[in-house]
């Protein structure tokens, strides 16, 4: 018997609905490339003390390549043991299923089984595939778990999505979020267009997966077209690799939002914090080198804060880009309001104890 959203406890639905701040979690590695228990509780327990509405695990951040080395169960695991036994506070869990049909509905039954409420579906194995076969593989899933659709940019593995494919996605009855990251307005705008179209507005969450965008996505109503009628939609929060790192004031940062939301008066400041955030992220991210060093660059955020060991990641190949650590150094001196190195200085025995 799967698991349907209509399970959930109602304060996990309500944080979800209302919009939080949910980091997409790194994988902590020793020198050898093993995983590191301890610093992997360690950034776990950051994000919950830094007011985190939810954590998304075994996702893109986390790296894909868990599922090639074993780890994939053992990485979910030690982040819903250490989220329960550190708060009693509601989280959103998700975890994240990739590959063709059978192996994303098992490692959907794994995520359901572990106390995971959705998971979030890429679609990177589908390249070719007719939306036919991807409805088909979306609906297998969700015959199982509440499902999160994932828009993943194609400059990491992502594919092209029409409006008419998120229509369809959306009228699948146990899907619960979509998490946009095609960084692309005019493909963000398919997707609302897509759940407009099915009238599914109410019961389908929009979160940001844009680390380009984050903050005008997170302010902006979308009067989207849908057919006959027009509806205005809400991104409401945030999926993000971004808020990976800085988690406390990316938290901050959507209190803040949510404040001035519907008042029909924008503080100019926090409109600058758009470009101020997109900047940061062109340094974290690595666009200069087309997101080789996109992981890294996270990581050696949370190396420079102590949170991490070192910038390891599975694959050897993955580190930073040329010119990449001058970036992050820029951005570092350049917008230290939205660090949150204080609030991990205080705190980092107490999370790695």
Known sequence: M???????????????????????HPLALDAARRFDLRRQRALTRYYIDAGVGGLA???????????????????LRSAMETARGWTK?????????AGRTAQAVAEGRIARELGYHAVLTSL?????????????????????????????????????????????????ENVVAIKMAPFNRYK????????????????????????????LDLLAPFPVDAGERSVTMRIVG???????????????????????????????????????????????????????????????????????????????NESLGPGQAAELDRVCRRYPHLADDAFVRSNLARWLG
């Open 2 to 24: 799967g698991l349907r959203w209509t399970d959930w406890p109602r304060d996990v639905l309500a944080a979800l609905r209302d919009g939080t701040v949910i980091p997409a």
């Open 57 to 75: 695990v075994g996702v893109h951040t986390t790296q894909f390549a868990i599922r090639d080395v074993g780890l994939y169960e053992p990485v």
């Open 89 to 97: 506070r509601p989280l959103v869990m998700i975890g994240g299923v």
């Open 124 to 172: 990177a194995a589908f390249k070719g595939a007719t939306d036919d076969e991807m409805i088909a593989h979306c609906r297998a899933i969700a015959a199982e778990v509440p499902l999160v659709g994932f828009y993943l940019q194609p400059a990491v593995g992502g594919r092209v999505l029409s409006a008419q494919f998120w229509r369809r996605f959306a009228e699948i």
């Open 188 to 215: 963000t705008l398919d997707v609302l267009r897509g759940v407009a179209m099915a009238g599914a507005q109410d019961r389908i969450s929009l979160y940001t997966g844009n680390d380009d965008h984050i903050v």
């Open 238 to 316: 945030g999926l993000l690799g971004h808020w990976s790192v800085w988690a406390k004031t990316a938290v901050e940062l959507l209190a803040r939002i949510k404040a001035v939301r519907g008042s029909g008066s924008v503080p100019e400041d926090l409109l600058a914090l758009d470009a101020e955030v997109t900047d940061c992220n062109a340094a974290i991210f690595d666009v200069a080198n087309d997101f080789h060093g996109v992981i890294a660059g996270c990581h050696e955020i949370l190396r420079r804060q102590g949170l991490l060991d070192g910038i390891w990641c599975l694959d050897p």
